[in-house]
């Protein structure tokens, strides 16, 4: 038996493991993904096509075919600003040395982001100052000296290339600090996703959060190898296998508008069956002056039992007057609200238990006739029917 004066794992913070740390940047770096992914649906931008964990935390593909890498790093806040003299710093930048080496001139911009300040003080331990003042005061390496030319260097030497190539680079190098602290990207995602998406306007705040997240997890499996999880069995066997693959993974990593919509339309075709609901009768909640309590509870009887229709359970305790009280006391019968939950839908319901619960909710009997309760009145056997239903007592 555990001795009870012992801590137990289950109410301990874990502290030797930074397992969970490391997949909340990861996840953070994909969201900003979708955040430049948004650019996309922005006709103002000559963005072409996005790429994850290609070549770049983020590549950009531009109109004129040009391409921007950006590196995106984060630091908590109660950590040490950014200095040149930090490895990461020099990583990316010699990061950047390479890609350009290996692609000469197809770069235009290199960018440095993070969510953490970067050091301000103007001297050689101050990236943005560094970057700067190549590009205003250096045209050649030779221009350069002291710290900054010793910072040059030693970006040089650890991307492998010359001095000139690593001038080039960071001569379009830019560093921002101005990224979503760690608890915000998911919201700016969902703000910046609302201003260039035009279906926004018509969808809940839920249905655009849940579309963004939708759009995030696009970017994780894009940075992922997803890829290789469709790839044929018999790709061994096939006439160009590495030819194969690699095709699969550019189009697995590549994003662009199209994708981008067809992903967000998907999402939307996903009824929401509580915001089917709120969206259908709100016409009629509006021209009704005023709401008893009991008219109330029946609205949230019929939320919570379309829930449970919906997710497959029987609603036992939702009381089977609520929705027929509320279509009479609002003016409509079963059949026109059964007809109007249809056409709020993005297409007709074809599954049993969806028709199911449209019927129900709409107060006719899963056996009415569409048409045949015109006039808002159920006949004896169709009353019996949903009551049965409704109590549980019949089986699906």
Known sequence: M??????APDTVPETGDPGDDTARRYRYQWTYAAIVCCMLLDETEDVAEVFCEHHEDVLIKHVDGTFSGLQIKTRESDQKVWKTSDDAVRSSCSRFAKLEAEFPGRFRAFRFLTNHPLYAAGNGQDLRH?????????????DLSGPLARFLTRVASEAGCTAEVAFTALYKTDAS????????????????????????ADCSHAS???????????????????????????????????????????????????RVLELLAARMRRPHWTAILKRVWSPALARQPSFSRSSTRAGSRLSLATRRLTSGIRPTTWASSGPRS?????????????????????????????????RLASGCSPN????????????ASCTSAATSILKGSRTR
Request: aromatic share 4%; net charge positive.
């Open 177 to 200: 600090d101005d990224l979503p602290k760690l608890p915000d990207i998911q919201m700016r995602l969902v703000t910046t996703l609302t201003g260039v998406w035009t279906r926004a």
């Open 368 to 379: 009415c006739v569409l048409g045949s309760n015109s006039d808002g009145r159920k006949g």
């Open 130 to 142: 560094v970057l700067q003042t190549i590009r205003a005061v250096a045209s050649s390496v030779s």
């Open 326 to 358: 509320m279509a009479a006391h609002w003016g409509f019968s079963g059949t026109d609200m059964y007809g109007h939950l249809c056409s709020a839908m993005p297409q007709e319901p074809t599954s049993p238990r969806k028709t199911r619960a449209i």
């Open 2 to 7: 555990a001795d009870l004066m012992v801590r």
């Open 208 to 258: 655009v959060v849940q579309a963004a997240r939708s759009l995030a997890s696009e970017c994780g499996r894009a940075s992922s190898l997803a890829h290789q999880e469709v790839l044929p069995a018999y790709l061994s066997a096939t006439v160009d296998p590495a030819g194969t693959e690699l095709t699969a993974r550019l189009a697995g990593k590549r994003l662009d508008r199209s």
